[in-house]
């Protein structure tokens, strides 16, 4: 049985038409929650009960009669239920039969926040665990001073093609505060290796390399506060490509993974890999 957990909440509803003071805390309560912690999924329709561990668990259906009409009233609610309204909040819904099943909420987490549930309840609340608390005041002295933070992801270009295909490695900033103090680590399986020749061609790196002190990852680069990667932009860094010495005069075989960390002032380190396939490169 599936257990409600940080990101995962199972809610049944009086009716579809929304009209129950409950159901609309419910609604108003998990929008701040999520939004104020990491974001989550409502699953409307899924009855929980405890097990012996004392954790919710599904153990049911209760499905929603009319559910085209509860999505409808679940998307006029949700600008109602916080204040202020939480961005790129999503809704659908699962068919089991002709107009009758679940609904799904997609809650991100938010960085314009704190967010209060109204509908009632004005109050701050968080998620922790598999449950909904109140934001003590300590947290919302926290939350009201928080600035805009970096999101970094791995960003990956490539060039020429076959075995003449090179791999562009970058920094992309995805988030909504600029990220400064930039860092990048990575490792890239066989054949691929750091192209000797530099980001340009003319042995110039997109930013200043470290030295590899015998750790994981290999390829290592890093700038001080000065250097800055704003919201929404692709910094790239280095260049990878094939390099067959003698011994590997066979074209690659299986996929390229990409191991990598990234870092910034405000953000903390990302770790993760990524592939790129062979069909990707034009390798057959």
Request: aromatic share 8%; hydrophobic share 35%; proline share 5%.
């Given at each position: 049985?599936?257990?409600?957990?940080?990101?995962?909440?199972?809610?049944?509803?009086s009716?579809s038409?929304?009209?129950?003071?409950?159901?609309?805390?419910?609604?108003?309560?998990?929008?701040?929650?999520?939004?104020?912690?990491?974001?989550?999924?409502?699953?409307?329709?899924?009855?929980?009960?405890?097990?012996?561990?004392?954790?919710?668990?599904?153990?049911?259906?209760?499905?929603?009669?009319?559910?085209?009409?509860?999505?409808?009233?679940?998307?006029?609610?949700?600008?109602?239920?916080?204040?202020?309204?939480?961005?790129?909040?999503?809704?659908?819904?699962?068919?089991?039969?002709?107009?009758?099943?679940?609904?799904?909420?997609?809650?991100?987490?938010?960085?314009?926040?704190?967010?209060?549930?109204?509908?009632?309840?004005?109050?701050?609340?968080?998620?922790?665990?598999?449950?909904?608390?109140?934001?003590?005041?300590?947290?919302?002295?926290?939350?009201?001073?928080?600035?805009?933070?970096?999101?970094?992801?791995?960003?990956?270009?490539?060039?020429?093609?076959?075995?003449?295909?090179?791999?562009?490695?970058?920094?992309?900033?995805?988030?909504?505060?600029?990220?400064?103090?930039?860092?990048?680590?990575?490792?890239?399986?066989?054949?691929?290796?750091l192209?000797?020749?530099?980001?340009?061609?003319?042995?110039?790196?997109?930013?200043?390399?470290l030295?590899?002190?015998?750790?994981?990852?290999?390829?290592?680069?890093?700038?001080?506060?000065?250097?800055?990667?704003?919201?929404?932009?692709?910094?790239?860094?280095?260049?990878?490509?094939?390099?067959?010495?003698?011994?590997?005069?066979?074209?690659?075989?299986?996929?390229?993974?990409?191991?990598y960390?990234?870092?910034?002032?405000?953000?903390?380190?990302?770790?993760?890999?990524?592939?790129?396939?062979?069909?990707?490169l034009?390798?057959?």
């Amino acid at each position: 049985m599936q257990e409600e957990n940080l990101n995962l909440d199972f809610k049944t509803i009086s009716n579809s038409n929304l009209t129950n003071k409950d159901d609309k805390k419910n609604l108003a309560k998990s929008l701040s929650a999520y939004a104020n912690s990491s974001g989550g999924l409502i699953i409307w329709g899924v009855v929980a009960t405890k097990n012996k561990q004392g954790i919710d668990c599904a153990t049911g259906l209760k499905e929603i009669e009319n559910i085209r009409l509860f999505l409808s009233r679940l998307n006029e609610f949700t600008g109602m239920a916080v204040s202020p309204i939480v961005d790129d909040v999503q809704h659908r819904f699962i068919e089991t039969s002709p107009n009758k099943g679940v609904a799904i909420t997609y809650v991100p987490e938010s960085i314009s926040g704190p967010h209060m549930a109204k509908m009632g309840e004005d109050r701050y609340y968080k998620r922790s665990g598999d449950s909904f608390y109140r934001l003590e005041h300590f947290d919302l002295e926290d939350m009201f001073g928080r600035r805009p933070r970096p999101i970094l992801e791995l960003n990956t270009r490539i060039t020429g093609y076959g075995l003449q295909s090179n791999i562009i490695i970058g920094i992309k900033n995805v988030g909504r505060g600029s990220a400064k103090a930039p860092y990048i680590a990575f490792g890239v399986s066989l054949p691929f290796r750091l192209n000797r020749y530099g980001l340009d061609g003319n042995y110039n790196e997109g930013m200043k390399k470290l030295p590899y002190l015998g750790s994981e990852l290999p390829n290592r680069y890093g700038e001080g506060s000065n250097v800055v990667i704003h919201p929404g932009i692709i910094h790239e860094v280095a260049s990878v490509h094939i390099d067959l010495v003698p011994k590997e005069t066979q074209k690659p075989t299986s996929n390229i993974v990409i191991e990598y960390e990234l870092a910034a002032e405000g953000f903390m380190t990302n770790k993760g890999s990524k592939v790129i396939t062979l069909e990707e490169l034009g390798i057959r």
